[in-house]
């Protein structure tokens, strides 16, 4: 078994509706999380309910990307 290189230190906190704020290591700020589009048509949001914000998704196919 070989030692852990990397243990991420990130925390997430709802805040209204769909959306979430989720600290991240190397950022000072919090990153938002929600729904947009699409995605909020799939959950029933409405954009005049809530302000749009990238997906869970959007970030991990952007990770993948890199």
């Known amino acids: 078994m070989t030692?852990?290189?990397?243990?991420?230190?990130?925390?997430?906190?709802?805040v209204?509706?769909?959306?979430?704020q989720a600290y991240l290591p190397a950022k000072d700020e919090p990153v938002l999380f929600g729904v947009h589009n699409e995605v909020a048509e799939h959950y029933g949001v409405s954009p005049d309910e809530e302000e749009p914000h990238p997906s869970t998704l959007d970030y991990i196919v952007a990770a993948a990307g890199g």
């Open 3 to 14: 030692d852990v290189t990397y243990l991420s230190q990130v925390k997430v906190v709802p």
């Open 16 to 20: 209204e509706g769909k959306i979430r």
